[in-house]
T-cell receptor
Framework: SQQGEEDPQALSIQEGENATMNCSYK?????LQWYRQNSGRGLVHLIL?????REKHSGRLRVTLDTSKKSSSLLITASRAADTASYFC???????????FGKGTKLTVNP | EPEVTQTPSHQVTQMGQEVILRCVPI?????FYWYRQILGQKVEFLVS????????KSEIFDDQFSVERPDGSNFTLKIRSTKLEDSAMYFC????????????FGQGTRLTVV
């Protein structure tokens, strides 16, 4: 399994603005998942995009995947204070069920 | 909505003592995991469990650690002789299927070794 590298490390925005987080990875994948972690609490799965998909939506979330560039992005539209959390991208491939988490992007949404 | 539950939420133990962290995965899930997160650090994989045996483990998961699914609903992590450096948040997770599907995490047990 490989680790995703999230960028930026920290992002601070105002409520109502959009937040974009980027992810890069190194080798080919089966799918890529995004998780959220509120301060020190459990991780919450947000969205999974398969390697043959280019874009996926879930509520206010939009994820893109560019396998040629080995990159993904997570867009949160109309952000809320409750979106304040760390966000992790987790690229996965066959042969292992484990998830490898990077340092994440720490998003702060100011009311 | 089904969820993974972990008990206790916080455990304080003396160095050298044994601790058992408990988890109840989502009932129809087949894959079970333990992860840990030392304060301020990344979430780290410890072990995965499928069909009543360990399917994968990390270097962290040495002989002082063991996992068990004693009764078909609980999934436990035992740390035999705790060290100060075992202090961390321990997360249990479960997945319904193989193939890198989404994992559902519990809220964690904060283990403090003193």
């Amino acid at each position: 399994s490989q680790q995703g590298e999230e960028d930026p490390q920290a992002l601070s925005i105002q409520e109502g603005e959009n937040a974009t987080m980027n992810c890069s990875y190194k080798t080919s994948i089966n799918n890529l998942q995004w998780y959220r972690q509120n301060s020190g609490r459990g991780l919450v799965h947000l969205i999974l995009i398969r390697s043959n998909e280019r874009e996926k939506h879930s509520g206010r979330l939009r994820v893109t995947l560019d396998t040629s560039k080995k990159s993904s992005s997570l867009l949160i539209t109309a952000s809320r204070a409750a979106d304040t959390a760390s966000y992790f991208c987790v690229p996965t491939q066959g042969g292992s069920e484990k998830l490898v988490f990077g340092k994440g992007t720490k998003l702060t949404v100011n009311p | 909505e089904p969820e993974v539950t972990q008990t206790p939420s916080h455990q304080v133990t003396q160095m050298g003592q044994e601790v058992i962290l408990r988890c109840v995965p989502i009932s129809n899930h087949l894959y079970f995991y333990w992860y840990r997160q030392i304060l301020g650090q990344k979430v780290e994989f410890l072990v995965s469990f499928y069909n009543n045996e360990i399917s994968e483990k990390s270097e962290i998961f040495d002989d002082q650690f063991s996992v068990e699914r004693p009764d078909g609903s609980n999934f436990t992590l035992k740390i035999r002789s705790t060290k100060l450096e075992d202090s961390a948040m321990y997360f249990c997770a479960s997945s319904p299927l193989a193939g890198n599907t989404e994992a559902f995490f519990g809220q964690g047990t904060r283990l403090t070794v003193v």
